[in-house]
């Protein structure tokens, strides 16, 4: 790696800037979509094909978030090869084969065999989206750029409870994989007319073993990219476990599965203004002050939710309340924490993308399942793994910035 390659400045984006926002959050929007249109449906789904343990439905959301995570690794070599677009093309028609499939599963296993695939072909879209914004724009610029991609595409978990709600009322669960397939071509569409090529072709690796793992070790040994990555795998942990859980948890407090969508609403909306907020404060304040204030409040937040637990006074109000205020801090810290793990890697920025995000996606799914199926029908095994979450990225934070929380960046 030279010094050139470093610190050479990216392109500009070749479309309009709200529109490549706009493209960029869709995309993103599809992965939300594809979890969170099922929350709704997981009691419907476990009638119809005959799941008898009620923890075995959060198989519809995990075996997503696996597939997910693992095919991280394949997408982001082959973009820097091959070039951003056949790629998320490519990923893109099989997420809509996949949602097809699942639509039509006679059978809880092939639905979880198609549930898998489409994890495994959307992860193009978290991969290659990263590397696409990258190869555009870096440092504060990126962090912004990402925010408002992040407050678009939060529009997915605010509306997708709410429309998978809605197809329920009219129709079977069935017809919640048709709406994702349908959503995904027009998505697919829109890439395909409007979003050429980013990459240059300068920036075009061979796919090798020998450059694979040069791509490899240069990802998992700056302090920087490895750090932040692992720091987000811990609170990934939290967010899959509160997915995982969160309509057993409604229907544990409440009685009223009907409560499930606008709780949902409540807290994903808070995560969609913070990321609103960190696009307007980021080029000022910077991603370490902001990220690590969140991370504190975080911490802070999840030992009252989990005192508040613990001594048996968790009622439906506090935990939307609290839960919201949690999700805030946490949309805060994630937004900054991809842009600064891709600090020193725009000449790799598809293959080190898709090593973070396997290590993120693939590890907070894990302790996302671990903390759904520890559910106990009540919120104190998932306060538990918010704060312990919370506490060990903020330990690995501190490492990473050598005890230098709130340093300029």
């Given at each position: 790696?030279?010094v050139?390659?470093?610190?050479?400045?990216?392109?500009?984006?070749?479309?309009?800037?709200?529109?490549?926002?706009?493209?960029?959050?869709?995309?993103?929007?599809?992965?939300?979509?594809?979890?969170?249109?099922?929350?709704?449906?997981?009691?419907?789904?476990?009638?119809?094909?005959?799941?008898?343990?009620?923890?075995?439905?959060?198989?519809?959301?995990?075996?997503?978030?696996?597939?997910?995570?693992?095919?991280?690794?394949v997408?982001?070599?082959?973009?820097?090869?091959y070039?951003?677009?056949?790629?998320?093309?490519?990923?893109?028609?099989?997420?809509?084969?996949?949602n097809l499939?699942?639509?039509?599963s006679?059978?809880f296993?092939?639905?979880l065999?198609?549930?898998?695939?489409?994890?495994?072909?959307?992860?193009?879209s978290?991969?290659?989206?990263?590397?696409?914004?990258?190869?555009?724009?870096?440092?504060?610029?990126?962090?912004?750029?990402?925010?408002?991609?992040?407050?678009?595409f939060?529009?997915?978990?605010?509306?997708?409870?709410?429309?998978?709600?809605?197809?329920?009322?009219?129709?079977?669960?069935?017809?919640?994989?048709?709406?994702?397939?349908?959503?995904?071509?027009?998505?697919?569409?829109w890439?395909?007319?409007?979003?050429?090529?980013?990459?240059?072709?300068?920036?075009?690796?061979?796919?090798?073993?020998e450059?694979?793992w040069?791509?490899?070790?240069?990802?998992?040994?700056?302090?920087?990219?490895?750090?932040?990555?692992?720091?987000?795998?811990?609170?990934?942990?939290?967010?899959y476990?509160?997915?995982?859980?969160?309509?057993?948890?409604?229907?544990?407090?409440?009685?009223?599965?009907?409560?499930?969508?606008?709780v949902?609403?409540?807290?994903?909306?808070m995560?969609?203004?913070?990321?609103l907020?960190?696009?307007?404060?980021?080029?000022?304040?910077?991603?370490?002050?902001?990220?690590?204030?969140?991370?504190?409040?975080?911490?802070?937040?999840?030992?009252?939710?989990l005192?508040?637990?613990?001594?048996?006074?968790?009622?439906i109000?506090?935990?939307?309340?609290?839960?919201?205020?949690a999700?805030a801090?946490?949309?805060?810290a994630?937004?900054?924490?991809?842009?600064?793990?891709?600090?020193?890697?725009?000449?790799?920025?598809g293959?080190?993308?898709?090593?973070?995000?396997?290590?993120?996606?693939?590890g907070?799914?894990?302790?996302?399942?671990a903390?759904g199926?520890?559910f106990?029908g009540?919120?104190?095994?998932?306060?538990?793994?918010f704060?312990?979450a919370?506490?060990?990225?903020?330990?690995?934070?501190?490492?990473?910035e050598?005890?230098?929380?709130?340093?300029?960046?």
């Open positions: 790696m030279t050139q390659q470093t610190i050479r400045a990216p392109a500009q984006p070749p479309i309009g800037f709200v529109e490549f926002v706009a493209l960029v959050a869709s995309l993103m929007a599809l992965t939300a979509l594809g979890i969170d249109a099922m929350l709704p449906a997981l009691p419907a789904i476990a009638t119809a094909l005959n799941v008898g343990v009620a923890n075995d439905r959060q198989l519809v959301i995990g075996v997503f978030l696996l597939g997910f995570g693992l095919a991280q690794l997408h982001g070599p082959l973009a820097d090869r070039g951003r677009r056949p790629v998320l093309v490519a990923s893109l028609s099989a997420y809509v084969i996949a499939i699942a639509a039509f006679a059978s296993m092939l639905l065999v198609a549930r898998f695939a489409a994890g495994m072909a959307i992860a193009a978290r991969v290659v989206t990263v590397a696409l914004v990258r190869d555009c724009y870096s440092g504060r610029a990126m962090a912004r750029v990402m925010s408002l991609a992040f407050m678009v939060m529009a997915a978990p605010v509306l997708a409870p709410s429309v998978g709600e809605l197809i329920l009322l009219f129709g079977s669960w069935r017809l919640i994989f048709v709406m994702i397939a349908a959503i995904s071509g027009v998505i697919l569409i890439f395909v007319i409007r979003m050429p090529e980013t990459q240059r072709i300068a920036d075009r690796q061979p796919l090798s073993i450059r694979l040069d791509g490899w070790r240069q990802a998992l040994t700056d302090r920087f990219s490895i750090g932040y990555t692992l720091a987000a795998t811990a609170l990934m942990g939290g967010l476990g509160f997915i995982n859980s969160v309509q057993q948890i409604v229907g544990a407090l409440t009685g009223d599965n009907r409560l499930l969508v606008p949902f609403i409540g807290v994903a909306s995560m969609a203004l913070a990321n907020l960190n696009s307007r404060i980021v080029m000022r304040l910077g991603t370490r002050r902001i990220s690590h204030s969140a991370l504190v409040g975080l911490v802070l937040l999840s030992t009252v939710h005192v508040i637990a613990r001594l048996g006074a968790e009622t109000y506090s935990f939307a309340i609290l839960q919201a205020l999700m801090c946490f949309g805060l994630t937004a900054n924490f991809s842009s600064m793990a891709m600090e020193n890697m725009g000449h790799i920025a293959t080190a993308s898709s090593v973070q995000g396997f290590i993120s996606v693939t907070g799914a894990l302790a996302g399942a903390i199926q520890s106990d009540t919120t104190v095994p998932l306060y538990i793994g704060l312990v919370g506490l060990v990225a903020l330990a690995i934070v501190a490492i990473v050598r005890g230098r929380l709130f340093r300029p960046s």
